[in-house]
């Protein structure tokens, strides 16, 4: 009888040695939490894991989780130079060696007569890592420089692609991918279950719940199923945290980022059916608050929350004195990296920073603003 996704993906992980576990560069919440619960699972079963995610900074709210600060930020001595003496006719009596005009130079002795290059060959180590799984990546690319840097590692190693956006590409051996659940650490509730529920401790169970609760809103995203909800009350049976995790998610925001809070709900607008919202930050709003664009991410998620009814949500900043910024997100099924192609954005694709050229701030919105009705 053939094996199930899950089955393979067990039998996978019993045949390794050391796995990788890489986010891609956009992560979020869910997908930190929920790779911090896949290393401590591994770990269980006897396969140390190593976390990577191209320029990785652990956020100072998830401080309360196993070790965010594990996460590396690039891939290193993944593979080994090997070169090899044959010593079978000769034996070496010294070994030294020294760098000269850029170059390592080894110096071998032998016990008696000479040693020729045709003693001498060169091989790769195999890699350091036998197993990859990628958590909510769709596609390699989206990996940054840990893909960019190192595609034979990833053409020659089995990957393991975990995964919920409809836009994966499926290439991994073996995809988990479910279009239906909220999150990755949902995803990985379900493996774990189904695998050995006996693993499934007070830590592993606290980071799952801490990506559920943040990729769900609280659990009052529209999106949230009665599954979810029945998983989060087991996962809080098996020992989640939930008090601690409401604290640092929700609870540990600064007197600066709650008054710049106040800052864009005193010029928020919205559109006529409350789809569209947009509000603006000005460089002494930053000042006066002591908060920075980077601020920004926080306010736009509570907006979201707050209006139920909103789709698109942009806020306007200025940091240069000829441009003027905004952050825009997206609820809808939308690509924002393509509608806002022309603007060079950066971020994800539905949640993106653009630069407009122009100094007045009504122009900006003007512009913007007929981009966001078009797409509603």
Request: charged share 25%.
């Amino acid at each position: 009888m053939a094996l199930n996704t899950t089955q393979q993906i067990y039998e996978s992980v019993k045949q390794c040695t050391k796995p990788l576990i890489t986010l891609k560069k956009d992560h979020n919440t869910d997908i930190i939490a929920s790779s911090l619960a896949l290393a401590l699972w591994l770990k269980k079963l006897d396969k140390p894991a190593e976390i990577v995610c191209d320029n990785f900074n652990a956020p100072e709210n998830l401080g309360f989780l196993t070790s965010p600060s594990i996460i590396k930020n690039e891939l290193t001595h993944l593979r080994k130079f090997v070169i090899s003496l044959d010593i079978s006719e000769n034996k070496i009596d010294k070994f030294s060696y020294k760098t000269e005009n850029k170059k390592l130079n080894i110096y071998l002795t032998p016990k008696t007569g000479s040693f020729s290059k045709e003693d001498v060959s060169c091989s790769n180590s195999n890699f350091k890592y036998d197993l990859i799984f990628t958590l909510n990546t769709p596609d390699l690319e989206s990996l940054k420089n840990i893909y960019e840097k190192n595609p034979d590692f990833f053409f020659n190693t089995p990957i393991i692609n975990v995964c919920n956006l409809p836009e994966n590409e499926h290439f991994g051996e073996l995809n988990l991918i479910k279009l239906k659940s909220t999150s990755i650490s949902e995803i990985l509730y379900d493996l774990f279950n189904e695998i050995d529920p006996t693993l499934i401790d007070e830590t592993i169970a606290t980071c799952l719940l801490t990506g559920m609760i943040d990729k769900t809103k609280s659990f009052r995203d529209e999106k949230v199923t009665p599954k979810s909800l029945n998983i989060a009350s087991e996962l809080v049976a098996q020992g989640a945290k939930r008090d601690k995790i409401i604290k640092n998610l929700y609870q540990t925001k600064s007197v600066g980022t709650l008054k710049l809070w106040g800052a864009v709900l005193n010029r928020l607008q919205t559109n006529q059916n409350q789809k569209i919202a947009w509000s603006s930050v000005t460089a002494e709003d930053f000042k006066q608050t002591n908060t920075s664009s980077k601020h920004l991410t926080e306010v736009i998620d509570e907006l979201i929350t707050s209006i139920p009814t909103i789709e698109m949500t942009a806020i306007f900043f200025q940091i240069n004195e000829n441009t003027i910024d905004c952050l825009i997100k997206t609820e809808k099924e939308l690509n924002l990296l393509q509608n806002f192609a022309e603007f060079n954005p950066q971020g994800t694709k539905n949640l993106i920073r653009i630069t407009v050229d122009t100094s007045e701030l009504k122009l900006a919105q003007m512009q913007i603003l007929e981009y966001l009705k078009n797409l509603i």
